[in-house]
């Protein structure tokens, strides 16, 4: 029941975004906020699939600390799930996006339309410093910025790999950062076919303001979701035993 319970939503996923990319396509001419509609439209489509095909409900915890107005929201990155959710609570928002997904046919031009700020990885520090640029540009009209602080998905307990760019962001540009805990990755595993019943929990916690050193600001950050997101993991194991055997605790001389 499992795997076909997956096969279903996954197929429905892909249905539902090639429909949105290629039909909705025309959205590009009316600028950023038309790209935007279509991606919220996809989160929300998304969402409910999982809940009525795979019974994997949503529960979001503290919006009340999100803030108006400019700010960066670095997240816990575990599944394909929080890029598109979190953009549910930005409403001019852009992600820091390697080069090569604006290759993608009609995704890549969509991301492009939408102003989203678009790093060449090979080009080392340099391609730091232009995103500070972009990133303080992109605040000065209001926007927000969703990064994810390790760069990549990372697996349910793997040890945290948390990289410079969010502190060279918040060091720049003298806006709050706003850390986000999640635990998607036991029900949307990263590269997994599988979609395991639950609850995702997301927790928004107070954001961190401006003026604290990079190398201090990185501790609070990467202590504060690090924390909040192990403590999410346990909920849930807690909550849905059958998890466990499927995502085991590493001992110290176990690979991740």
Known sequence: MLFLRSLIFNIAFYIVLFALVVFGAPVMFFGRHGVFLLARTWARVSIWLLRVICGVRV???GVENVPKGPFILAA?????WETFA??????DYSFLLKRELTFIPFFGWMLISSQQIVIDRARGGSALMQAVRKSR?????????????EGTRRPVHAPPSYKPGVAAIYGSCDVVCVPAALN???FWPRRQFLRRPGT??????PPIPPGMDKKSFMRLLS????????RLTEEALARHPA??????????????
Do not use: Y
């Open 137 to 149: 540009a992109l605040f000065e009209q209001g926007r927000q910025i969703i990064v994810f602080p």
């Open 184 to 186: 998607s990755g036991l």
């Open 86 to 91: 979190l953009t549910l609570f930005c409403p």
């Open 200 to 205: 995702i929990v997301v927790e928004f916690m």
């Open 59 to 61: 529960e979001f915890r």
């Open 223 to 230: 202590d504060q979701i690090e924390t909040a997101s192990t």
């Open 243 to 256: 998890l466990k055997a499927a995502f085991p605790v590493p001992t110290e001389s176990e690979p991740v």
């Open 76 to 80: 816990k990155h575990q599944s394909v």
